[in-house]
């Protein structure tokens, strides 16, 4: 136990180290001494200081100018390998008409002194050839170089693309700029020419965020995915995690809700590895901070750079203890070194549903109903027949028959009129469409600001965000039911290079957002009772349960209507429930902030660095809950006069409002130091990392009240020969506050290996290949996320019962008249396991990447396999005559393996720019062990078959004779009865009995095995289209309960595919097609209910998922008089088509069967329609 | 060698960082919940301890589940529905499928087998900590480990009557034990519950006032009955077991019929009615059948009751299943079969109708004629309830507002309110001294002692302002008794067991399986529900065809428990 002493103590010596860490980053300016070396440097749009400042950080040599204005313009854009310093220099500035001279450690920049750089035995052969430079839109091309071939005669183009050059016999003229494939032209017998370049197919070196780093893409080993920022902003959806959706190899997401505000869907990373439900999330990291997916949900998406998805043990051993999920790291921009570009972006976007289930109308559900009633025999329900009058009443849409009209003593004027009014009591509605029929709003702006001096960069970015539901006539009344999301985002990213030797990084960013949207029965607020129960309530009605709207007021009763009982409806609707639930209304305030100090040890040694981060996190959500009257008529016809429509009622209540009302709060605290090493010594590269951090993380929920704690070292090791040979080992060492203090900490390494066959001196140069590298992963991560409750090494614990239904007892006496105060019951809650650990995941992957024809196809194709043992299970061999919630135990065993596939062909047809993509990704994992007891036969038992396997009995289609009925084996779903139209099982093993061991795996899980995405990109003079395509296969999607059966508490809707699909005798004897069993008050409970393949849907699908189609002008007279310099207009389109073979109208393929979207009770998926525009000053 | 140096102390600072800030990072709870010693140190906190293993022991049959997987009793519906007494019409709940379909090893059941090891667990877990609470006396420790006794006994009991022999669990079990215990057999199951009782004999004869609902001494010679009575009916009195379970046969019976079991259970009873008759329990008789019956079976703490289920909580309750007022109860509609086991008032007949409807005033008059136990438990259609007379809450016209779905059925159930005007909490009777009488009558008759039979007996018709019973021929006392047994417990939790453990011939044809049948009504147009002139005439109806198959004498087993080896699944599951 903790003494206070202990307390303070600990906390001081621990702040004192890091204030070391960071007095230690200060302090020191020596200066060392280094030779003149080989630079391998990466500049793009840079400015010359940025450039010499790059210089002076690779090398030892400090860099002067004399007497110069040094040009602020952004047009160094360098990118050279292992290239000796004075050739890089002399290639920059020697173009640029300056001079440079080394000067013992110093460069020296100076004007250049007018030299003739003819060869003086040439001299009389020259001339002088002039020429314009151009790019495929006919823009001038500033800054590339002109030289002749062979020689070192050399210049560069203007600001207007112009040059002149003077010409010796040679008139082999080369040009060059990066980014831009160079070209050689013969200019014999001309003296201007007109040049235009075109754009290199090879994309620039692109620089990969690693776990508490970066990496040059080509020299990684490790398995990385990535997705840019302009992918993510096509996607014009609130969540940054779902703009992820099929963009990256291996990712896979499924949504749960359409709702605005909990629409995210939910991520996995090579599928599943862990059979411990609660533990598959791979971790979230921004800016090097671990968060939650919801923090990065909140995020704008124009604030981020990029995207990188960690897969493989390599690139996550590093996260050690939290790594086996894999990691989604989010980078936000930064500034860059130039005069400050601002850019505003505005975006109108429509959401609608995507599809919506389709019930039957009135008439229909009456034919379907009558004939359930007949096919089941059951005289109760008799009442429930439908008549031919209210058969006839349904189809005209009448209250009255002709006959009934005649009897009933009305003149005829009367008559028309009713006739005219149509019905009030046999209506037919479409409550799914009536509710969700709405479409809606969705706005986005965004202004960032982003520049730069070599003292200071900085990016700075406001955003709003907002969205509102699609509920149909949300506001009768001032009911305001919609569910509405708006989100402000900021955030500001400021580098300063204000000290020698040391860089000073601040991030902060806020997200403040309100979240409203109805809650569920008991006003509880999870996913899975909000929207289930008001659904519930769509999918209980009959289609005639209510007129709904009559002259705008809301029905929710009927007046003097005879049939009511017959039609068993009191008059309300769903409308009228969900317009009465009740709301609550989240005020959500994110708040963050980091600092790194890193500071650059070169005088002790070349390419050391130490840095040191603080980070903190504030969250707090503050609720309301309210709920405004409406009013609620019943109406009728008057029974002196049916042609008169009576209302009553109208009466508005009292609003209510709760304030504070499901309040949140959680608080982050990050603390790291490092050590970073990164030196070339001549053909070797080595990179080296030590990396200390702890994170406390509390809510006053927690459990115990004890802040969730992590702490660990991490470190890494690169180590690269040429380019060519590549070596990487990482190793994480980690713990958490979870486990024992004894068993803590674990160790996590990784190694990882590359070979770049394309750099050896030997590999032909201009073959069809022209990168190739292998790499290979092999290493240990953890997970900790064990699910369940905390500290499960403690003791056997006892709690109070709570509200429970057998919490406590009362013993005295009573007279009757007033219960006895009882006693609060305790009980033993739950038994400890002192050796509870971490989960632990042996992760492989093998991988091939290529180039091919000249870099226009490219190619990468990776192999992985993860076996993970210690996952905490229940044992499900313990009897249960102990009677004790026994602790789970480590036992679990899971294997997974899969490969990715990415594809992509970038060619250019004259100034037709194209590219495809596409990639293909596979898992499948297998529960290995899980403490199962042995069942009678092996496809019953869970392990041995794929985590979420579903199982269920195989169907044989329908019984459509007698004697086929007669001759059934013994069904034991339904007490044996099986009758014509009812569905037929296979009896597996032969015992003449239908029941659970007759249950065989069917289909796969819910999550899909392979996931594919086709994208395809054209660009022509400004315009841009750009399409992405996503599909799965091997996945599976359940229907359960009102997708199986109609009528359900006698009055439940019935959807249209279950009446057309109907068994019918007839059909069967014509062989028609059928696709639902008979019809029956209770095909979930009768023989037709049970699960089978039958019910199992195959989730199969492609969808176009987004497009985008845009503009963008360029240089316009009238837009640089407003210091504009780009527009772009677009649009873009979210879910716009779906192709899916088996599922359910309403039922999207990309929906989660969770929270009771399987009985097709989930808020619907949304399509959405966004148009913007981007203006860039 | 300076580099190294530095090098060195900054990995030095990582390392003592990472040492130093351990504890300000891993934080471990600081030892402020409960465990089982913080519990059982003073009474305040063990007698929480006690109440919980009550409310656990004590909960087998009532429906304290009510959607709670995971908990005792039955999972939404009640025992009545699983009988023929009550009809469950709603297939969201358990029962509806248990009568349609059996009880089957994979899912549902009409109890949970795993919820009687946890409130054993908690008995024994009480009974061994007890004697480290500081400040109850030995006296009181010692009772306090008797009354665990007891509970441990009352659950072997019901798990007796539910699965005949099952694993004898005398201690807690640890996580380390051997947990695999098979089956004992039924005799050895009957011995451990009798050597329970018998060690349990020292409670006290009585409580204060406050602690009222506590085991006296009349519990463990109260379960020790039952369970006698059990032992000498014909399900487990028998040669040949139901179904064969050939060498284990002697889980689910005792392989021979001894009349000795008979006389075991007649003298067992006597023993009960004596200690409670010595201690002021008596049969409420005062001469007004209606009010005694319901005082009998609603009053909480009334003389009659030697034991009730006390759980008085929110509105999760489970009297929401036995009281109109709450949407749950319209799930039990009184079923024909019941109503037609009701005498008239004179002990004479009723005549019902059958499928040919008939006026609705006739309802009303056959109903004002019925014995004053159907009017002490029944509401009927129209008709203000008997057993709250005069009370608006109880009226015709309030209950059909608070259940406006209430529509097929006999009648619905008012037992347990008797007089309760407003009050939504009850005491679920488990020990009326009125089931020792029955249980005399029906052992004394199995004897032969045709006399003892008949007196006690008549004691219940009495009380029941009926005539009394002079039948003499043991099969024809046999039925009366038993339908007594029906009349005088309706609903009360016995009938279901009852009828299994007597093998009725006709269970299979309208008492579990077969047809099942209650009144449908038609309407005037002015259609209130409520009034006797809104209804046009009724009839019987078939309202579901029930399922009975040998297998279901006995509850089956879970699956998942059978899977793991330890446990002989009883026969046809």
Not at chain 1, 700 to 715: A, C, E, F, R, T
């Amino acid at each position: 136990m903790y003494t206070k002493n202990n307390l303070i103590s600990s906390k001081t010596s621990c702040l004192k180290t890091t204030i070391l860490m960071v007095l230690l980053a200060f302090s020191g300016l020596l200066n060392a001494q280094n030779p003149t070396q080989k630079i391998s440097m990466s500049l793009k749009d840079a400015t010359i200081k940025e450039l010499i400042k790059e210089i002076e950080t690779k090398t030892n040599y400090s860099v002067v100018y004399r007497n110069l204005q040094i040009s602020e313009k952004k047009d160094v854009t360098i990118n050279v390998v292992e290239m000796p310093l004075m050739d890089v220099i002399n290639m920059v500035f020697d173009a640029r008409n300056l001079q440079v001279t080394f000067n013992n450690r110093t460069i020296v920049i100076s004007e250049k002194i007018k030299k003739n750089i003819k060869p003086a035995s040439l001299e009389n052969k020259s001339r002088k050839i002039t020429g314009i430079i151009t790019d495929e839109n006919n823009q001038p091309v500033i800054g590339a170089i002109v030289s002749l071939n062979g020689t070192k005669s050399i210049t560069i183009t203007d600001v207007d693309g112009k040059f002149s050059i003077e010409l010796t016999d040679n008139t082999q003229l080369k040009i060059s700029y990066i980014g831009y494939e160079p070209q050689t032209i013969d200019v014999s017998g001309k003296s201007t020419v007109a040049i235009s370049l075109r754009q290199s197919l090879k994309a620039l070196d692109e620089i990969v965020v690693v776990g508490y780093g970066t990496q040059k893409k080509e020299t990684v080993t490790g398995a990385i995915g990535s997705v840019g920022n302009k992918e993510l902003m096509q996607a014009s959806v609130a969540n940054v995690g779902n703009a992820l959706v099929g963009r990256i190899a291996g990712l896979t997401a499924i949504q749960t809700s359409g709702e605005p505000g909990n629409n995210a869907a939910t991520l996995r990373i090579r599928g599943i590895s862990t059979l411990n439900g609660s533990g598959q999330d791979p971790l979230i990291v921004i800016d090097g901070i671990q968060q939650t997916l919801e923090v990065m949900n909140s995020m704008d998406a124009n604030e981020i750079d990029g995207i990188n998805i960690l897969k493989d043990a390599s690139a996550t051993a590093v996260y050690g203890v939290r790594g086996a999920n894999g990691v989604i790291i989010v980078t936000t921009k930064r500034g860059k070194t130039g005069k400050p570009q601002i850019s505003f972006s505005s975006n109108y976007g429509v959401t609608m549903v995507t599809s919506l289930p389709q019930t039957t109308n009135s008439y229909d559900y009456a034919l379907f109903r009558n004939q359930a009633i007949i096919n089941d025999g059951n005289t109760a329900l008799n009442p429930f027949l439908f008549t031919a009058d209210q058969l006839w009443k349904f189809k005209n849409n009448q209250d009255y028959t002709p006959q009934e009209l005649a009897n009933m003593n009305l003149t005829t004027s009367q008559i028309a009129k009713i006739q005219s009014q149509g019905a009030i009591y046999y209506t037919s509605h479409d409550w799914f469409k009536e509710q969700y029929g709405a479409t809606a709003p969705q706005t986005q702006y965004n202004l960032n600001i982003s520049g730069g001096t070599d003292k200071v960069k900085y990016f700075s970015s406001v955003g709003y965000f907002s969205q509102d539901g699609i509920i149909n006539n949300a506001s009768y009344g001032g009911a305001d039911v919609n569910s509405h999301y708006t989100r402000y985002n900021f955030r500001s990213n400021v580098d300063a290079y204000i000290l020698k030797n040391l860089d000073i990084s601040i991030n902060t960013s806020a997200e403040f957002s309100n979240n409203s949207g109805i809650v569920g029965s008991s006003n509880y607020t999870d996913m899975g009772s909000r929207f289930k129960q008001l659904n519930q309530y769509i999918v209980e009605s009959p289609p005639f349960a209510s007129p709904g709207f009559v002259d705008g007021k809301l029905i929710t009763g009927l007046l003097y209507n005879p049939s009511i009982s017959d039609l068993n409806t009191s008059g309300s609707s769903p409308l009228g429930v969900v317009l009465n639930t009740n709301i609550a209304t989240y005020y959500t305030s994110i708040v963050s902030g980091s600092i790194k100090l890193k500071h650059t040890l070169d005088y002790l040694t070349k390419g050391l660095t130490v840095h040191a981060l603080v980070s903190y996190d504030d969250r707090y959500t503050k609720g309301i809950l309210s709920h405004n009257s409406i009013p609620g008529y019943s109406v009728g016809r008057n029974p002196s006069d049916p042609s008169q429509l009576v209302f009553s009622g109208g009466v508005v209540g009292a609003n209510t409002i709760t304030d504070n009302w499901g309040n949140y709060k959680e608080r982050k605290f990050y603390v790291e130091t490092a050590v970073n090493y990164n030196r070339t010594f001549g053909k070797s590269t080595v990179t080296g990392l030590v990396l200390a951090n702890a994170q406390k993380y509390s809510n006053p929920w927690l459990q115990y009240n004890v802040p969730q704690g992590l702490m660990g070292i991490s470190s890494r090791a690169t180590y690269n020969y040429y380019e060519r040979y590549l070596v990487e080992f990482n190793l994480g060492y980690n713990g958490s506050e979870n486990f024992p203090v004894n068993n803590r900490f674990g160790l996590f390494p990784a190694l990882s290996a590359g070979w770049v066959a394309s750099n050896e001196p030997f590999f032909p140069k201009d073959a069809f290949i022209s990168w190739l590298k292998v790499r290979a992963s092999y290493g240990e991560v953890g997970n900790d996320q064990i699910g369940g409750r905390r500290f499960l090494y403690l003791p056997s614990t006892w709690g109070s019962t709570g509200y429970d239904v057998l919490a406590g007892y009362s013993f005295g006496s009573s007279n009757g008249s007033s219960p006895n105060a009882g006693y609060t019951g305790v009980t033993e809650t739950t038994v400890g396991n002192p050796f509870v650990t971490w989960e632990r995941a042996v992760k492989q992957d093998y991988a091939l990447e290529m180039k091919l024809f000249k870099d226009k196809l490219s190619l990468t194709a990776d192999y992985f396999s993860e076996k993970r043992d210690n996952i905490l299970i229940s044992l499900g061999t313990t009897t249960n005559l102990i009677g004790a919630n026994l602790p789970p135990a480590n036992v679990g065993k899971m294997s997974n393996h899969g490969f990715e596939l990415q594809l992509e062909w970038r060619d250019r047809i004259e100034s037709f720019n194209y590219w495809i993509k596409g990639n293909l990704s596979f898992s499948k994992n297998k529960i290995d062990y899980m403490a199962e007891p042995n069942n009678v036969y092996p496809w019953m038992n869970t392990t041995g078959f794929s985590y979420g396997q579903y199982k269920g009995y195989i169907t044989n289609g329908f019984y459509n004779t007698q004697a086929e009925v007669n001759n059934h084996p013994y069904s034991t779903t339904d007490a044996n009865k099986v009758q014509l139209g009812d569905i037929k099982y296979v009896d597996i093993n032969g015992d003449g009995i239908i029941d659970s061991k007759d249950a065989v795996p069917i289909g796969y899980s819910a999550i899909p095995q392979y996931a594919y995405n086709l994208s395809l990109g054209l660009e022509y003079k400004g315009f841009d289209i750009s399409i992405l395509g996503i599909g799965t296969a091997n996945g599976s999607f359940p229907s359960t309960f009102y997708f199986i059966g109609p009528f359900f508490k006698d009055q439940s809707t019935a959807y249209q595919w279950q009446f057309d699909g109907q068994w019918t005798a007839a059909k069967a004897a014509s062989g028609q097609s059928i696709t639902y069993p008979r019809a029956s008050m209770n095909n979930i409970g009768n023989n037709n209910g049970a699960p089978s393949d039958f019910w199992l849907k195959s989730t199969d699908f492609f969808k176009i998922k987004n497009v985008e189609i845009g503009y963008t002008f360029k240089k316009l007279n009238f837009l640089s008089s407003l210091q504009i310099s780009q527009i772009r207009i677009y649009s873009n389109a979210n879910n716009l088509l779906t192709w899916s073979k088996d599922m359910v109208p309403g039922m999207d393929p990309e929906q989660a069967s969770s929270n009771g979207a399987s009985g097709g009770l989930m808020y619907p998926l949304t399509r959405i329609v966004n148009f913007g525009v981007k203006i860039q000053f | 060698m300076k580099k190294t140096l530095i090098i060195a102390f900054f990995s030095l600072i990582l390392i003592v960082c990472i040492t130093s800030c351990q504890d300000e990072f891993l934080q471990k709870p600081v030892g402020s919940d409960l465990n089982v010693d913080s519990i059982f140190t003073k009474k305040d906190k063990a007698i929480m301890a006690v109440a919980q293993a009550y409310s656990y022991c004590l909960a087998t049959g009532i429906p304290v589940a009510d959607w709670v997987g995971s908990n005792a009793g039955v999972n939404h519906g009640t025992m009545d529905d699983l009988c023929g007494d009550m009809i469950n019409m709603s297939n969201w709940e358990d029962t509806y499928w248990i009568v349609r379909q059996g009880m089957a090893a994979n899912w549902g059941n009409e109890d949970n087998y795993n919820f009687h090891w946890i409130a054993i667990r908690q008995a024994y877990l009480v009974m061994d900590n007890i004697q480290n609470v500081t400040d109850y006396s030995d006296s009181t420790k010692n009772q306090i480990q008797l009354e665990m006794k007891a509970l441990v006994a009352f659950q072997y009991l019901e798990m007796f009557k539910r699965y005949g022999g099952v694993p004898i669990i005398k201690d807690v079990l640890t996580t380390n034990d051997n947990s695999v215990i098979p089956r004992a057999t039924l005799q050895e199951t009957l011995d451990f519950i009798v050597k329970l009782c018998d060690d349990a004999s020292g409670l006290p004869n009585t409580y204060p006032d406050n602690q009222k609902g506590r085991l006296t001494a009349g519990i463990p010679l109260a379960i020790k009955a039952e369970a006698y009575l059990f032992a000498a009916r014909p399900l487990f009195n028998s040669e040949t077991s139901y179904l064969s379970l050939s060498a284990n046969n002697n889980l689910i019976c005792f392989g021979n019929y001894d009349p000795a079991r008979w006389q075991k259970a007649a003298d067992a009873s006597k023993a009960v009615v004596d200690w409670a008759l010595a201690n002021s329990y008596v049969i409420i008789n005062t001469g007004s059948p209606l009010d005694d019956y319901g005082n009998a079976t609603s009053t909480p703490n009334n003389p009659e009751v030697l034991l009730a289920y006390n759980l008085q909580i929110g509105d999760r309750g489970f009297y929401r299943h036995y009281n109109l007022h709450y949407w749950d109860v319209n799930t039990n509609y009184l079923s024909y079969e019941m109503l037609s086991k009701y005498y008239k008032a004179d002990g004479t007949e009723q005549t019902w109708p059958d499928a040919t409807a008939r006026p609705f005033s006739e309802y009303v008059s056959k109903m004002q004629a019925m014995e004053p136990r159907l009017k002490a438990s029944i509401y009927a259609f129209s008709i203000d309830t008997w057993n709250n007379p005069n009370d608006t809450y109880w009226n015709a016209s309030t209950i059909y507002n608070a259940n406006a779905s209430l529509s097929s059925a006999c009648g619905f159930s008012t037992k347990f309110w008797y007089k309760a005007g407003t009050r939504n909490w009850m005491n679920f009777p488990i020990y009326r001294l009125a089931e020792f009488y029955l249980n005399m009558a029906e052992a004394f008759n199995e004897v032969g002692n045709s006399a003892q039979a008949l007196s006690n007996l008549n004691v219940i018709r009495q009380r029941a302002g009926l005539p009394d019973i002079t039948e003499t021929n043991p099969d024809n006392l046999r039925a009366i008794i038993q339908r007594e047994w029906a009349i005088e417990f309706f609903r009360e939790g016995h009938r279901f067991h009852d009828v299994k453990h007597w093998k009725l011939p006709n269970l299979s044809n309208g008492i579990i399986g077969g047809d099942h049948k209650y009144f449908t009504y038609t309407f005037s147009n002015t259609n209130s529900h409520i009034l006797a002139s809104d209804y046009n005439n009724y009839r019987t109806i078939v309202a579901f065809t029930g399922y009975w198959n040998a297998n279901q004498y006995l509850n089956p087993f879970p699956l998942t428990e059978v899977n793991k080896g330890y446990l002989v699944q009883n026969p046809g599951y």
